[in-house]
């Protein structure tokens, strides 16, 4: 058995180089989530002339004296148009916001600051403290051409769809989606639509659950969500069969030390290196991970426990930074930070590394963290509540109220950062 930092190592170490899966070009529409797979410079300045950052009058700074000028207006300019108009000295111009300013002129005064004056011609008085350059976005100031504005790697969110826009890009290469099968397996299991469980049987949730947790993901990530496989090697082999089209194949159930838990045997039978099967954490002590070749490309196998809190925690901590991995996002996605224990947490010290679900939140800028009651690695509904993990190391007591205790949060739905001043969110 290894701790919990050796199989994150090991997990971190086997992740593919960044773009093993391949990229795609996408319709900028449709890169929302996606990662990045190419360098992007700006193909023109930004801004690309010097433009009018307020509507008003563009005039020459020469014409003003102690910030007060009266002066002829000779045109206008609205946005869009080219500022071909010529400014003699004692002239200025109507410009609006975003509109190219005139090469005469050299200050904007916003509209504001105007008064119209009396008379046949179009005179104004403007009256502000003149700074040569003063609402004016001069040309290039945002991004030159040839800059590289965006690099390979980057998660897009809206701004980033924006940026992409705004350097013209229609299309935008990203990294490819991996490919996830899920797989349940069990002989007590009974999928949902198929009637109440008879005797001795349960409903099948971890194959929903951990498709979400996939999809959660992002990135429009489609699970390969393929069902109940039966405890048995020709049933297991069976779904492997299909489920080997993926990149990465997720099982819960039939890794542990049962007579009936094939799954780790049927895997090395068909030659999966396993780089892990049981790490001294819990929940989640029986976890496989491995990497097998299927004709030539490689496939990673996630065996994880069956019970419904073992298999949302291990995906937690080892499936999901793997994908984030594999799909080209760079960083952690969890965050780990201090908190004050309000209550006392049960339980006893282990050899093995505890994640005691918790609720996690902020209260006049101090984090505070209390463990949910919960009945064990069963009990899915005792997660409700929790929106985080207390990390309790090995040989290590769970904290009493009052001390300091590791907490980990996250961006998957149920890991968010605490938003909120109350426990109850
Ligand atoms: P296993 O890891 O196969 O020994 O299963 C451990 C426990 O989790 C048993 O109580 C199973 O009935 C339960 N379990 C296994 N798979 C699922 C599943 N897909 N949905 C709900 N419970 C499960
Ligand atoms: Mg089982």
Redesign the pocket.
């Known amino acids: 058995m290894i701790s919990k930092r050796e199989a994150l190592d090991l997990l971190h170490a086997a992740i593919p180089q960044v773009g093993s899966l391949g990229l795609e070009t996408l319709p900028l529409a449709e890169a929302l989530g996606r990662v990045l797979a190419e360098d992007v410079a700006a193909d023109m300045d930004m801004p690309p002339f010097d433009r009018s950052a307020m509507d008003g009058f563009a005039a020459r700074s020469g014409d003003f004296q102690n910030g007060l000028a009266e002066l002829l207006v000779c045109g206008t300019v609205a946005a869009g148009e080219a500022a071909s108009i010529a400014v003699p000295p004692g002239s200025c111009v109507k410009i609006m916001t975003g509109a190219p300013v005139p090469a005469d002129t050299d200050v904007v005064v916003m509209v504001e600051k105007s008064e119209e004056l009396p008379g046949d011609r179009a005179r104004v008085r403007l009256r502000d403290a003149i700074r040569p350059g003063q609402n004016i976005a001069p040309r290039g100031q945002d991004m030159r051409k040839g800059e590289f504005v965006l690099t390979s790697g980057t998660a897009i969110r809206p701004i980033e769809v924006g940026m992409l826009a705004t350097l013209g890009c229609a299309e935008v290469a990203v990294f490819r989606r991996p490919r996830v099968a899920v797989i ?3 002989d ?2 009974v999928a949902l639509g198929d009637g109440r469980p008879g005797p001795g049987q ?6 929903h659950m951990l498709s979400s947790q996939v999809a959660d993901l992002g990135a429009g990530i489609e699970p390969i969500h393929l069902g109940i496989a039966r405890d048995n090697p020709a049933a297991v082999n069976a779904m492997l069969d299909t489920a080997f089209a993926a990149d990465v194949v997720v099982l ?5 030390m ?1 007579e009936f ?1 094939y799954v780790h045997h049927t895997l090395k039978e068909r030659g999966l290196n396993v780089l892990f099967e049981q790490v001294a954490m819990k929940p989640g002590k ?1 976890l496989l991970f491995g990497e097998m070749t299927v004709e030539d490309r490689t496939v990673f196998v996630f065996g994880l ?4 809190v073992s298999s949302y925690v291990t995906f937690e901590l080892f499936v999901r930074p793997f994908l984030r991995g594999l799909m080209g996002f760079s960083g952690p996605h969890f965050l780990e930070m201090a908190a004050r224990i309000t209550s006392d947490s049960g339980g006893k010290a282990l050899r093995r590394t505890q994640h005691l679900p918790a609720k996690i939140w902020l209260e006049e800028g101090e984090v505070l963290a209390e463990a949910v009651t919960w009945n064990g690695s ?1 009990d899915l509904r005792g997660l409700l509540r929790a929106n985080g993990f207390i990390i309790v190391e090995a040989h290590e007591a769970p904290p009493k109220s009052g001390t300091r205790a590791a907490v980990l949060i996250g961006e998957s739905s149920t890991l968010r950062p605490p938003h909120s001043s109350t426990r109850d969110y």
Do not use: H
């Open positions: 349940a397996t069990g007590e299991l349960i409903r099948e949730s971890n194959g819960s159930g039939g890794v542990s049962g838990d029986p426990p069956g019970n419904p069963g």
